[in-house]
């Protein structure tokens, strides 16, 4: 059985940071793409960040560009996600999301096969 489990979530001011991170199990962790998806309150869930099975293939939603870093470290079969520079609309449930199709031409389009429970991010202004 396939398990994804968030942590590092919390409350945050803005300009901080945090470093998201998902453990997994019950999966070849080497061969999935991965990604982070979230979900403002009120609005749909979108990608945040997804990385192929390789890393050598990265997504960042124009949202979080330039602000955000996802890793994966095959050897732990986890991935993480880095924050910075936080601000009140990063607001959300963040949840890590597993797929063969995360990092590829098609990755944006496609709904995962496996989720997390999802982990709350709050930044307060």
């Known amino acids: 059985q396939v398990h994804l489990v968030e942590s590092g979530g919390g409350l945050v001011q803005a300009g901080g940071s945090l470093r998201l991170s998902c453990a997994t199990s019950?999966?070849?962790?080497?061969?999935?793409?991965m990604g982070w998806v979230r979900q403002a309150p009120g609005k749909e869930r979108e990608f945040a960040a997804m990385i192929n099975w390789s890393g050598g293939s990265i997504y960042y939603a124009d949202s979080v560009k330039g602000r955000s870093t996802i890793s994966r470290d095959n050897a732990k079969s986890t991935v993480y996600l880095q924050l910075n520079n936080l601000k009140p609309e990063d607001t959300g449930v963040y949840y890590c999301?597993?797929?063969?199709?995360?990092?590829?031409?098609?990755?944006?389009?496609?709904?995962?096969?496996?989720w997390g429970q999802g982990i709350q991010v709050t930044v307060s202004s």
């Open positions: 019950g999966l070849t962790f080497s061969t999935y793409g």
């Open positions: 999301a597993a797929d063969g199709r995360l990092g590829t031409i098609v990755g944006t389009t496609t709904t995962p096969r496996c």
